[in-house]
């Protein structure tokens, strides 16, 4: 089993950052893949930003050059650095991990104001 408590969401202006964690727990080693989803209110949850175990990334055109997602192995922690943040990208954001299933944390609010 595997545990995912993401924290530092909150309300921010536009053009604001934010910077997301997540820490992991249970059988979750350093070559996983963890990464970012968010899901909109009405919307489905999509990928934001995903890095493996050698720390190769992947995001969402929608946040290239705004976002950076980072992981600290030795902390089992995960990081979504988000800066230019624009009002699309109120979501709740939700933590995944692969550890030869899907793992989701309980999710964490952002909120964006014009």
């Known amino acids: 089993q595997v545990q995912l408590v993401e924290s530092g969401g909150g309300l921010v202006q536009a053009g604001g950052s934010l910077r997301l964690s997540c820490v992991a727990s249970g059988r979750i080693f350093s070559r996983n893949a963890m990464g970012w989803y968010r899901q909109a209110p009405g919307k489905q949850r999509d990928l934001v930003a995903l890095i493996t175990g050698g720390g190769s990334t992947n995001y969402a055109d929608s946040v290239k050059g705004r976002f950076t997602i980072s992981r600290d192995n030795a902390k089992n922690t995960v990081y979504l650095q988000m800066n230019s943040l624009k009002p699309e990208d109120t979501a709740v954001y939700y933590c995944?991990?692969?550890?030869?299933?899907?793992?989701w944390g309980q999710g964490t609010q952002v909120a964006v104001s014009s």
């Open positions: 995944y991990a692969y550890g030869g299933t899907d793992y």
